[in-house]
């Protein structure tokens, strides 16, 4: 339900039972409830003119090109910054449009989705000669496909009449049949790089990224658990545990590695390009699949990234055996941070680190791609702005958690500059140098994946009200299913916890969900004593409470307080 509509209820129940007005039933009316409408109306019309004109002037290719109004196919040059073993043969994948689905799902429209659906069930096929780098067709395709079958069959949204079997999850399956010849090396690392139609190639490059190893497990696994497939979820896992036993006696892992000898090439590496993702997908698989191991390794990971590469608000690179800082650069790509810090619970350190991003953001307009920490200035290259989604995503993250206004407000300055310097007549431009605003041809899927679905959220949340998702590092939601589980541990499951027979547990919101380590005694690491990962303060300091929602998370049980009935948050309820 949304705010509008409780707003409606509590106003109907005012009027005729006001004496049965108890607190529930009469939630305040939101003060912002006309800001969010105009705001995600505006979101709506962005998406909607990036995504006609990739359907008018590009489609079935793969990517928009806003400023000549033609196409792209650029599945096969992602990643791939030499734009090398290009296919002539290629002729696209329909990228943007399965990029898309997911997003037309949120914004509610059955009919353009339905479509979508049919038209890919019907036309699209792997069987093409095109080298395609295995992280971004994995996080970009697989994870397109998985989420629009998953809501395609989802018989509460009714986004399809009847007519969709299982033809997406057909062709994810086949896709991921096409990935596991990547997987086939000494040490289960996968090859960066497939060619669908022929696997690996001969002489193809052994060097990955930490993110290309890393970031297989949310796409794959759900894959596994749709078709009772293990294989997927197998070569993930492998993968990501290899990757971890890789990792130094600091808890870090480098950026570049050799997928044939499993040795790193690249020993710096931060939060940034390369590693991102790794963090992001360690956490999700363990909210998605209840992974215990998950967890732990999440949680030596977050704490060593907080130890060695965090300065104040920033972080700076780091070599993975010293510990040493080596680059300060702010790169844009990091500003999904916060929000993934939202999701652990630590909501202070992801409000003052957002804080950051968004400052640079104001400085420019936009976000450069890469910034220099320690001369405050752009990087004399890297100064575009690829209409990349990680601020609107934190942003959307920090307002879900802390619902502070003053987030409505960065989501509005981002929408702002967006269709001040980048929309066009043909659609949305990324943008060259930030310091010109000079544009470049080009449409990214992301934009319509990431970046209008976070900022739309941000001000229309009511796709998430009542269902629980986890969305994958391309913006396309999974949900949260009790029997994706194989077990859920004593110390998640909230106190009053109840499941019904023969019902679907209730479902408590990922972001709510106060996830912590029943293992995690304090964070002392060293003789360095850390911020906790799972602290979120109580609501005021002197620590009184009318309820448990006052309370916060105990830093050093990593346990939700609650209030006693004294009045006062404590670990337990006395009695
Ligand atoms: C790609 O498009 C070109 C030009 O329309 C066409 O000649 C070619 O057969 C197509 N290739 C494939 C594999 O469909
Ligand atoms: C769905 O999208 C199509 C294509 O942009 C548009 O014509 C239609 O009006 C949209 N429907 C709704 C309900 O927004
Ligand atoms: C598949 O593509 C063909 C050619 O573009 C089109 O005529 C057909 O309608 C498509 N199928 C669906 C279900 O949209
Ligand atoms: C692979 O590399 C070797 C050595 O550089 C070269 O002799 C061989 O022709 C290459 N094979 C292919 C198929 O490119
Ligand atoms: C975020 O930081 C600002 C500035 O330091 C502070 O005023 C605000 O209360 C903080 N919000 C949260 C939720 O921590
Ligand atoms: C369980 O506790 C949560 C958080 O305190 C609360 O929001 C929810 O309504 C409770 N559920 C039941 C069934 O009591």
Redesign the pocket.
Known sequence: MSRGNRWARSLILLVILPHLCIEIYCSKPDPFAAKKKRMSEKVRQMFYHGYDNYMMHAFPHDELKPLTKTFTNSLSELGNLKLEHLSE???GSALTLIESLSSLAILGNHTEFEKGVLWLSENLTFD?DARVNLFECNIRVLGGLVSAHILATDSTNRLTKGTYKSQLLNLATELGERFLPAFNTPTGLPYAWINLKYGVMENETTETSTSGCGSLILEMGALSRLTGDPRFEFAALRALRKLWSMRSSLNLLGTILDVETGEWIEYSSGIGAGVDSFYEYVLKAHLLFGREEMWRMFQLAYIAVQKYFRYGTWYHDSDMRTGRATYWQLTSLQAFWPGLQVLVGDVTAANSSHREFYHVWQKFGLLPERYLLDHQMVHPTERYYPLRPELSESTFYLYQATKDPWYLEVGEAIVDSLNLHTRVEGGFASVRDVTTMELEDHQHSFFLSETCKYLFLLYDDSFLVNKNYVFTTEGHPLPILHSWHERLPEAYIPSNWTSIKGEEPKRASAMSMQICPASMHNCIHGNVQLESVCHIPDARDDHRCLSDEDCGVDSTSCRRRLCSMAGYCGQWRYH
Do not use: E
């Open positions: 043969k290629y002729n093409v």
